[in-house]
């Protein structure tokens, strides 16, 4: 696998784009398997929910692109970005918890609750990683 300029992808790229893919993957899971989430994440019009479904879908697959890009080109404000974003990912965890346990209302279904506050630990810990990894060689450096 390539990167930057020949250079072959190290295990913080590596696992940042698996875990993008992953998430991709449970988006469209989500809008083929239980489209009523979307409705209610979204809060669309009854009319028009297919339609900013996949609207909403299109967008954030761009985007996931876009980081995807970014990470294997090695583009410092992906990194950080990416860093700050997954350093936040740690707050889903306790939102999760007080909306399972009724104390904030829930996004959606009690497993979806749950997939929430997973992807926020996994977040955390793919941070953590590449802070290491900064600490020893800086942006995009093996952890």
Do not use: H
């Amino acid at each position: 696998m390539l990167g930057q300029a020949g250079s072959t992808l190290n295990r913080t790229q590596l696992m940042v784009l698996v875990f993008f893919l992953c998430v991709w993957i449970g988006l469209v899971a989500i809008l083929v398997f239980s489209p009523d989430v979307y409705s209610q994440t979204l809060k669309s019009a009854p009319g028009d929910v297919r339609v900013v479904e996949v609207l909403f879908l299109a967008s954030l697959s761009t985007f996931l692109i876009l980081l995807g890009v970014g990470v294997l080109r090695r583009w410092r404000w992906t990194f950080w970005l990416i860093l700050i974003a997954f350093l936040f990912g740690i707050l889903r965890v306790p939102a999760s918890v007080l909306q399972l346990n009724g104390l904030l209302p829930a996004t959606g279904p009690g497993w979806y609750e749950i997939v929430q506050g997973t992807i926020g630990g996994v977040q955390f810990a793919i941070a953590l990683a590449m802070l290491a990894g900064y600490r020893k060689a800086g942006p995009w450096a093996d952890f």
